[in-house]
């Protein structure tokens, strides 16, 4: 389950090279099979708008039971995430696909306060979107933290990230249809030595057919 692999703060990785994960890195070109959501048409928030990613950044996450979460990024914020054991990811077995839908600062702490509150809580919607279940925390109704962690941000494959960035986040999904899964994920990102922000991501699950690099 994601969540045992999505949970702690963990200190920031600094990788001598970053992995190449199912040929996936910076420089790279992912091409997605867009049936994957246009199967989906008419009952998903999700639509990338073209099956081609570029990818120009890569995240990478070490949390505390020695499991990697590895993240790409696209010039326009798009983001697929994989989850391995290996640091490497030549074992990652979970993909994601998200594209940002909201993103803002909070006014002030009470703002802050009260968009942490909202993640503790096992449903959301709001924003323009419909209402979405907690994934992680199935079943249970009661409140729960969001998930911490720390991740570096690269622009190149060797050398120091370029940031790094403290996030809580919680992960939500809706069905759709009779196979279809939509996820939202909210987080609240604290960049070292810059701005809080509230982002909303809306996403999908990949299976390894349908995206190549």
């Not at 091409?31 to 995240?59: E, N, S, Y």
């Not at 010039?75 to 909201?102: C, K, R, Y």
Request: hydrophobic share 35%; proline share 7%; with cysteine.
């Amino acid at each position: 389950m994601i969540l045992n692999r999505l949970f702690g703060r963990s200190a920031p990785e600094h990788p001598p090279s970053l992995p190449c994960v199912r040929n996936v890195t910076i420089g790279r070109t992912v091409v997605i099979d867009p049936l994957a959501w246009r199967r989906l048409a008419g009952a998903t928030k999700f639509d990338l708008g073209r099956d081609t990613l570029h990818i120009i950044g890569q995240g990478l996450i070490r949390l505390d039971d020695g499991s990697h979460v590895h993240r790409f990024y696209t010039e326009d914020e798009i983001m697929l995430q994989a989850v391995s054991q290996a640091q490497d990811g030549s074992d990652a077995d979970d993909f994601t696909v998200f594209h940002p839908w909201l993103s803002r600062y909070p006014e002030d702490e009470l703002a802050r306060g009260a968009f942490r509150r909202r993640l503790k809580q096992s449903w959301f919607e709001g924003d323009g979107l419909p209402r979405y279940e907690r994934f992680w925390y199935d079943g249970d109704e009661a409140e729960q933290e969001p998930v911490c962690l720390w991740e570096s941000v690269y622009e190149e494959r060797t050398g120091p990230p370029v940031r790094r960035i403290y996030q809580c986040c919680m992960l939500y999904s809706r069905p759709l249809g009779e196979d279809g899964t939509e996820l939202l994920l909210a987080i609240e990102m604290e960049p070292e030595h810059g701005d809080v922000t509230h982002e909303i991501m809306i996403g999908l699950p990949l299976t390894v057919g349908e995206f190549s690099a």
